[in-house]
């Protein structure tokens, strides 16, 4: 028997098809998926990004079909008989990907919230004890309450970076330099200064910010409360309620997302600062996702690799994911482990019903549970039996076993 053909090989075979049954002949599942003119169609815009193919190119972010304008990002999913079984190819020119450097910011990330944010604590906390007046006293307290802004009310650096003894170790300093306050009595006046004052209006503002995203509700919610579709333990919602607080906020169907990792016993998603570790080192990965919802499963995808904890290769966005109609409207559940995917389209789930695993496929930096729900295309707002309030970024939710 010979090797397996693997995924540039097919794509490469199926762009050079010249006729509608060499495509068919290189692709066979994704002809009848997609249909002929629909193919072509992507075939010859294609071409008009980059010219006449001229192969599949393997790069560390991907595969690119290139020619001589430039290269396309593509991706795909091979049969047994190494023939193309799934086609996703990019809807613009390809250009070096932002998560190329993404090792370095995770880096970078968890070194601020573990060595930097605490050391500048300990220094805002140690300038407010030496203030030599309230007017010092206040221009140096503005530095304090950004920082105390950032990390509790924008979660930046993440909090499940910090292990849980970390955590309260910062609390204990933020209570200390709130403790200097008792030495102000004794101290001159003073004045603010302006930058202290400019730096006050920082504060308030970016409160008010947080404020207001954690408020924020769409005009509709789902019709009827779903159930958590996670595994027990502890989930913190890395992504999740208004504009600033929310990255998914900027496209309609994802509007009102969530992303949601689970925490391990130390209150971190993953231990230790290395970015290289295997996605299955991360307290998320691997447990069980069950239906969140009653419905008819209308799309449901699998085999798609998982990515490297840190950096995204190009690939569907939702990677491997199913999709529950419930009548009302969709919900879907993306990023899953490929090999795990449970269901297929036309399946009847009900409420508790697995579906699949927590994976890292898909557009995902990190193994997580992206979960949405859409109506007629435009982003409702989740609710959940037995959890009160909205799911904003920084929630804690205890699953029960």
């Not at 192969?55 to 304008?69: H, I, K, M, N, S």
């Not at 502890?234 to 999740?240: A, I, R, S």
């Not at 269901?343 to 697995?354: E, F, M, P, T, Y």
Request: charged letters at 20%; a positive charge.
């Amino acid at each position: 028997m010979g090797r397996r053909r693997g995924a540039a090989e097919a794509l490469d075979a199926f762009f050079r098809a010249g006729s509608e049954a060499e495509r068919y002949a290189a692709a066979p599942r994704v002809v009848e998926a997609v249909g002929q003119p629909r193919l072509a169609a992507i075939l010859a815009g294609t071409r008009e990004r980059i010219g006449p193919f001229e192969g599949v190119e393997e790069r560390p972010d991907g595969l690119f079909a290139r020619g001589p304008r430039g290269r396309v990002a593509v991706a795909g999913q091979v049969d047994d008989e190494g023939r193309l079984a799934a086609l996703y190819v990019a809807g613009r020119p390809a250009a070096r990907s932002p998560w190329r450097a993404a090792p370095a910011l995770r880096a970078a990330r968890v070194w601020s919230a573990r060595v930097v944010w605490p050391l500048a604590l300990v220094a805002a906390g140690a300038a407010l004890w030496t203030a030599g007046s309230a007017g010092e006293w206040l221009d140096r307290a503005a530095v304090v309450g950004f920082l105390l802004v950032m990390a509790f009310g924008f979660k930046a650096p993440s909090a499940t970076d910090l292990p849980r003894w970390a955590r309260w170790a910062l609390a204990a300093l933020t209570v200390a330099s709130a403790a200097s306050a008792v030495r102000l009595p004794g101290r001159p006046r003073g004045t603010v200064s302006l930058w202290g004052a400019v730096e006050w209006v920082l504060v308030a503002a970016l409160a008010a910010v947080v404020a207001s995203s954690r408020r924020a509700r769409a005009a509709e919610t789902v019709s009827s409360p779903l159930r958590l579709p996670l595994d027990p333990g502890v989930w913190w919602v890395m992504q999740g309620g208004g504009r600033w607080l929310n990255h998914h906020h900027v496209v309609p169907e994802q509007r009102w997302a969530v992303d949601l990792v689970k925490l391990g016993p130390d209150g971190t998603r993953a231990p230790g600062l290395r970015i290289d570790r295997d996605a299955s080192t991360y307290a998320a990965y691997g447990t069980p996702l069950y239906a969140p919802c009653a419905g008819t499963v209308v799309r449901a995808a699998d085999g798609w690799p998982d990515q490297a904890p840190g950096r995204v290769v190009f690939a569907p966005p939702a990677g491997n994911h199913v999709a529950i109609d419930t009548g009302r409207e969709h919900v879907l559940l993306a990023h899953l482990r490929p090999g795990t995917v449970r269901v297929r389209v036309g399946d009847r789930v009900a409420v508790g019903d697995r579906l699949g695993e927590v994976g890292n496929s898909g557009n995902s930096t990190e193994p997580h549970l992206h979960l949405q729900a859409d109506r007629d295309g435009r982003s409702v707002q989740l609710r959940f039996e037995g959890v009160r309030g909205r799911l904003r970024r920084g929630r804690r939710i205890s699953v029960p076993g």
